[in-house]
C-alpha cells in the first residue's frame, strides 16, 4: 500500500469556476508558504497545499538529491506516485476537480514529474523556477494540458538551456507551454505574479 498522508493545508473555494489549486513549496518550505501567492493568482480557488515529507538537513522537500539540481530520480519517481495518490484522496476527500499546481523550485520540480509520470492528476500546471526531473522520462501523453513556465535571467540555480529543455520535453509530450524567461534570479518576483494570473485567467476563460 502506498502511504498517501501529507500534512497539508486545505482551503474550501470561495468562488465557483475558479480551478483548484495544488499548491508546492520550495527547499525549506512548508503547507503554509504558498497560501498567499495561491489567494493573489487565482482568488476564490480552492487551495490544497501539502508539505513534503523528505527531510534535508531538517528541510521539508518533494524529493530527495544527490547535490543541488542533482536528483535522486528513483526517489522523483516514487515520491510523484505517492502526491499522486494523495491529490486523487484529496479530491475524494474534498470534492475537488483535478487541481492546478503551482510550484515553486522543488514544487516546481515535482509537479513536472507528475505531469510526466501521471499526467491525469493534474489540469495544467504553474512551475515557477523549474528544471527537467527526470533524465530520461517515459513518453506522456498530456493532449494540449497547460503549462505556464516562468524562468529567471539569472537564476544560478536552474541554467537557461536546462528550462528550455524542460519547455521542449513537455511540448512534445503535448502540452500547451507557455515559457517566459524573466529578468530574476531562483527568487520569484512582481512579474511572476502578475503573469501566473493573467495565464491562469486566460485558462479559465477558455475551460468556461
Ligand atoms: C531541487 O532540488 O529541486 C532544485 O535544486 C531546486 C531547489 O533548490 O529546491
Known amino acids: 500500500m502506498t502511504e498517501t498522508s501529507f500534512i497539508h493545508r486545505f482551503e474550501p473555494a470561495t468562488s465557483a469556476g475558479s480551478p483548484p489549486l495544488l499548491l508546492l513549496h520550495g527547499t525549506g518550505g512548508d503547507e503554509d508558504d504558498l497560501l498567499g501567492l495561491g489567494k493573489m493568482i487565482s482568488p476564490g480557488s480552492a487551495l490544497l497545499s501539502p ?12 524529493f530527495r538529491r544527490l547535490a543541488e539540481g542533482v536528483f535522486d530520480e528513483d526517489d522523483v519517481r516514487r515520491r510523484a506516485l505517492e ?28 509537479a513536472a514529474a507528475l505531469l510526466l509520470l501521471k499526467p491525469d492528476v493534474l489540469a495544467g500546471a504553474i512551475l515557477l523556477r523549474a528544471m527537467v526531473p527526470l533524465s530520461d522520462p517515459q513518453k506522456a501523453e498530456l493532449g494540449g494540458k497547460p503549462v505556464l513556465l516562468l524562468s529567471g535571467q539569472a ?32 527568487q520569484l518576483s512582481q512579474a511572476d505574479v502578475a503573469l501566473a494570473r493573467d495565464w491562469i485567467g486566460s485558462v479559465t476563460a477558455k475551460a468556461a
Not at 527531510?55 to 521539508?60: I, Q, R, S
Not at 528550455?164 to 524567461?181: C, D, E, F, I, W
Open 51 to 62: 508539505r513534503g515529507r523528505v527531510l534535508e538537513h531538517g528541510m521539508p522537500r518533494f
Open 83 to 110: 502526491l499522486g495518490d494523495f491529490v486523487a484522496d484529496a479530491r475524494q476527500r474534498y470534492g475537488i476537480a483535478a487541481p492546478v499546481a503551482v510550484g515553486f523550485s522543488n514544487g516546481a520540480n515535482i
Open 155 to 186: 537564476d544560478p540555480i536552474v541554467p537557461a538551456s536546462n528550462s528550455a529543455r524542460l519547455a521542449t520535453l513537455l511540448s512534445q509530450a503535448g502540452a500547451r507551454v507557455t515559457h517566459k524567461v524573466l529578468p530574476a534570479g531562483h
